[in-house]
């Protein structure tokens, strides 16, 4: 394809774009095909000749599109949104013509540093404390860069965390370079926790690492948040056993309700090991299995100098761009202290909720440095003048797990100046406004409906038993699988909740979503109902 043959394909696929975004509402929210559909259809081989643009294009259209789930239909409730705007657009296809690995600076010093400016941008925006900026004052060492996902940040300050904790324990034990058999023994008693409705991005981490994870009791009374308490009662007892607390994934809008965990009983939690001095296990008592510091027979090293301190990590994936909001930040002050004042790190996906199309995951981290500690490799052909005589030149890749990146700073940057701030709180606010629409709906509705969780624009719903039901979950079942008949009409997903059973989840989000879709949406949930008898 040449430059003018190029030129009038774009302009001919922006049209189409366009188009399919007008006719939106036209079409069908799932993709009504079934599996294998696309499989069959094409060749086994790639064709051994090109072939013209047009056969392309029309085979996009005819074969590709129909297996496309429009996740930004305004029925689609399902999941959490995937937001997109223009400008994101804009800002992708620009970073797709440029093409640009962005690994250090001198690939391109516009990617490396047009993302450390958006990170600040999105810092002050979100009111992050100042020491989670690159340039937070004179003496800041934070900062932090763009993922892909959430998965990616999690594991990346999850391993940042694991070698500071094994750097500590070395350190503690005396030993200048420890054998694998004592670095693999002191790694398999490290422990991450989260609670039973963090993400798999927690559990996963930690399988990927091969670390312990504890998924830690959360109750309906509690609205789902993990508490200080629970956290402190099972640091205590995996002290006690010998294992090394070592990092905790709490959560700011958990996946199934959008909870959002006790994040101030947490850090205060998360400073026990530091802060009190049991003389009851020593380093090398987690280590070799001894027990003698547990008898106080032992006292080499005291609590407080022998376990590292607990990295504290908050995912906010969902939730985190609502902390423009002035009423978000009222509401949740003291998560929010707490975060500032207490934790490490903090990401968020501004794919879901923020304007800005997929991937955009910004992780913020208090010291860059615990980051390239874990993660600089760099041999000779990786060496820049640039980066050797300026220490304000960071090149990215000692920050990551992979070398190259993509350019998804541009997009932010388009996005947040064409919104600006108070466009981003204005489809926030008309998101939660929506929300709140559809819970009036349902509370007005009254028996059999039943509103479990209602935060941020995420409701949780299910239809109360009779007393005659012999499972609790048989009507709220029967519902989901009527639902499921009418996914071209309204995408929801399901969940299973501690105290309330199966559940079906309502996340509103898209930007092109109206009050008459929420009317809309609800009248399938009663249509749904009727005809599986259920009301």
């Known amino acids: 394809m040449d430059v003018e043959t190029f030129r009038r394909a774009a302009h001919a696929a922006v049209d189409e774009i366009c188009d399919h975004y007008l006719s939106m509402r036209d079409k069908p929210v799932t993709a009504q095909v079934k599996p294998g559909f696309l499989t069959d259809a094409l060749p086994d081989a790639a064709p051994s000749s090109g072939q013209d643009w047009s056969r392309i294009n029309e085979d996009f259209h005819s074969l590709v599109m129909p297996g496309m789930t429009q996740w930004q239909h305004p029925k689609f409730m399902a999941y959490y949104p995937a937001n997109v705007s223009f400008e994101g657009i804009l800002g992708d296809m620009w970073a797709a013509a440029l093409t640009n690995p962005g690994f250090n600076w001198i690939c391109s010093p516009s990617v490396t540093e047009l993302e450390l400016k958006m990170m600040d941008w999105m810092a002050e925006a979100f009111h992050l404390d100042p020491a989670f900026k690159q340039r937070g004052g004179p ?79 959360v109750t309906l009374q509690n609205r789902l948040a993990l508490r ?58 987690h280590l070799d299995g001894s027990t003698n510091g547990a008898n106080g027979n032992s006292t080499d090293c005291a609590r407080s100098e022998s376990l590292p301190p607990i990295w504290l990590h908050v995912d906010a994936a969902y939730a985190g761009p609502a902390l423009c909001l002035p009423e978000i930040r009222t509401k949740y002050q003291k998560e929010l202290s707490a975060l500032n004042a207490k934790f490490d790190s903090i990401s968020l996906n501004m794919h879901k909720w923020g304007l800005v199309n997929f991937d955009c995951s910004p992780l913020w981290v208090k010291d860059r440095a615990q980051l390239a500690a874990s993660l600089t490799v760099t041999p000779e052909y990786l060496k820049t003048t640039a980066a050797a005589n300026d220490p304000s030149v960071l090149d990215l890749r000692n920050y990551q797990i992979s070398l190259g990146r993509r350019f998804r700073s541009l997009k932010v940057w388009f996005v947040l100046r064409s919104h600006g701030i108070e466009g981003l709180r204005q489809h926030l606010r008309d998101d939660i406004l929506l929300a709140e629409r559809f819970k009036r709906l349902i509370e007005d509705e009254g028996d059999p409906w039943q509103l479990v969780e209602f935060n941020f624009a995420l409701l949780v719903i299910r239809l109360k038993p009779a007393s005659t039901d012999a499972d609790p979950d048989s009507r709220t079942r029967a519902l989901w699988a009527a639902l499921e008949k009418r996914n071209d009409e309204l995408l929801l997903t399901q969940t299973s909740i501690p105290g309330a059973g199966f559940c079906i989840r309502i996340a509103l989000g898209c930007p092109r979503t109206q009050e008459r879709d929420v009317d809309d949406a609800f009248a399938v949930l009663k249509l749904a109902a009727t005809e599986a008898k259920l009301v």
């Open 139 to 217: 003496q800041s060492k934070g900062g932090g860069l763009i993922f892909g996902s959430a998965s990616e940040a999690t594991l990346t300050v999850a391993i940042a965390a694991r070698d500071r904790a094994l750097r500590h324990l070395t350190a503690a034990s005396g030993q200048i370079e420890p054998s694998r058999e004592w670095a693999a023994e002191a790694t398999g008693k490290l422990v991450m926790y989260g609670s039973t409705e963090t993400h798999s991005v927690g559990s996963k981490a930690a399988q990927i690492l091969g670390l312990r994870f504890r998924a830690l009791p």
């Open 228 to 285: 200080g308490d629970t956290l402190a009662a099972a640091i205590k007892e995996d002290v006690s056993a010998g294992l090394v607390p070592f990092m905790v994934c709490a959560t700011l809008g958990t996946t199934s309700t959008s909870a959002v965990d006790a994040l101030d009983e947490i850090a205060s939690a998360a400073i026990m090991p530091t802060k009190v001095v049991d003389a009851d296990v020593a380093v090398h008592d």
